[in-house]
């Protein structure tokens, strides 16, 4: 699998709270995505939570799945009360069932996954958890967009959120992509080119049937094996 990392802070962050792990176990690969507010130390949660997942998940005797992934979720947010108390993000989860071309996702928050077409389309697979996206707005409303940063699921310490949960086929020849909102909404959607973006921006692209290969140009990218 080609794996490409491409991640930089925003303009207006002290640090870059993005981050993201890939791992894989027999057929499967597994794959997150992060994106951490600053406060509570978005950056260490990022890191710490892409991580674990992956490790955990892997690690177990039965092969991943949706279930175990949740599982894992679930018993890891017990956990940050201790360590993560005041921080919050989003995140991205896919597992790709190489052998059956299956694809599972699981996300919260406003952290998105697509299939990025040769033209550099990207065609989306999820839809973010924000408010701007509930059904609460009359259809001619057009001042929705002022809620997008409003999160209506998110990871944090005091509640667990469980994922939203889909699998699809996975196309042959697929670019799977996950995208932080910084890059899909300030600068794809908006057009603000990478380095005016005010957030973080990330993006991680996988080519499962590619010879595997990781290129990158920050770190934030943790590769898991075990």
């Known amino acids: ?97 190489l052998q059956q071309q299956q694809l599972y996702l699981l996300h919260v928050g406003d952290c998105r996954a697509g299939i990025r077409q040769d033209s550099g389309h990207i065609d989306w697979l999820t839809r973010p958890h924000d408010l701007s996206q509930q059904a609460i707005w009359p259809a001619s409303y057009t001042e929705a967009s002022q809620y997008r940063n409003i999160l209506t699921r998110s990871l944090n310490a005091k509640h667990f959120y469980e994922p939203e949960c889909q699998d699809i086929p996975m196309p042959a020849a697929a670019s799977l992509v996950l995208c932080s909102d910084g890059y899909w909404s ?15 921006t990330s993006i991680l692209a996988m080519k499962p049937n590619m010879p595997a290969g990781v290129s990158m140009n920050s770190d934030g990218l943790f590769i898991i094996s075990v």
């Open 1 to 97: 699998m080609q794996i490409d990392w491409s991640s930089q802070q925003g303009r207006r962050t002290r640090s870059n709270n993005d981050a993201a792990a890939v791992g894989h176990k027999g057929h499967h690969f597994l794959a997150i995505l992060v994106d951490a507010a600053e406060k509570g130390d978005g950056q260490a949660l990022a890191r710490y939570w892409a991580q674990i997942i992956v490790r955990n998940a892997l690690s177990a005797d039965e092969p991943p799945s949706t279930t175990s992934l949740i599982d894992v979720m679930r018993a890891e947010q017990r956990k940050l009360r201790y360590q993560h108390l005041h921080a919050i993000a989003s995140y991205c989860c896919a597992l790709v069932d």
């Open 186 to 200: 300030e600068h794809l959607q908006l057009g603000i080119a990478l380095q005016d973006v005010e957030d973080d």
